[in-house]
């Protein structure tokens, strides 16, 4: 039986669509193998240059606010960016490490940069021009108020025969007597 090639086959044309998705593959699979075959302490074989993540957010709502909050710990203030274009709230940043470590006559340094974005479409309720952020211990937070149409109202159910009901119900009674 012939030997077909496989989409993992580096002899096959860039015509195949899966040609780019098998290189991926590959350079995964070597990665993975030089990291499980690797010493715990050598890390020069895992790459920290521009990673991407993805920060937690919790979102929650009150009577007057959508409240985010954002875990983004090594990220400094000044490398946060916040925008709202129409209802489209973006929050993005770099995260900029450095480690040092001096151990006898060994020295290493090691640096990682990485980059994240988070968008999320708000609703139409709320005050654009008096949204407020909050950076403190790693935890970026966001308030974004409500318009006074988007709170809610407590309705007060009435007894007996008062407000517009009241006025409806009597003049259907007294319609009612009329005609019979």
């Known amino acids: 039986m012939p030997n077909l090639p496989s989409i993992f086959d580096s002899s096959i044309t860039s015509?195949?669509?899966f040609r780019a998705v098998a290189k991926m593959q590959r350079q995964m699979d070597r990665l993975f193998d030089r990291m499980l075959s690797a010493d715990v302490n050598d890390m020069?074989?895992?790459p920290t240059e521009g990673f991407i993540f993805s920060p937690a957010c919790d979102v929650n709502e009150t009577e007057t606010h959508y409240?985010?909050?954002f875990d983004v710990p090594g990220v400094k203030k000044e490398d946060i960016k916040i925008d709202l274009r129409g209802h489209t709230l973006t929050v993005s940043g770099e995260k900029?490490?450095?480690?040092?470590?001096k151990n006898g006559s060994v020295y290493k340094t090691e640096r990682s940069?990485?980059?994240f974005l988070r968008s999320f479409e708000l609703p139409e309720d709320?005050?654009?021009g008096q949204i407020e952020a909050l950076y403190e211990n790693g935890v970026?937070?966001?308030a974004i108020p409500k318009t006074e149409a988007s709170k809610t109202e407590q309705i007060k159910i009435g007894e007996g025969k008062s407000g517009l009901w009241g006025k409806l119900l009597t003049h259907k009674k007294e319609e009612t007597k009329t005609q019979h």
Not at 96 to 101: R, S, Y
Request: charged share 30%.
């Open 15 to 17: 015509s195949n669509p």
């Open 44 to 46: 020069d074989l895992i």
């Open 67 to 69: 409240l985010m909050s």
């Open 96 to 101: 900029k490490e450095e480690f040092e470590q």
């Open 113 to 115: 940069s990485g980059s």
């Open 126 to 128: 709320i005050k654009a």
């Open 140 to 142: 970026l937070r966001v």
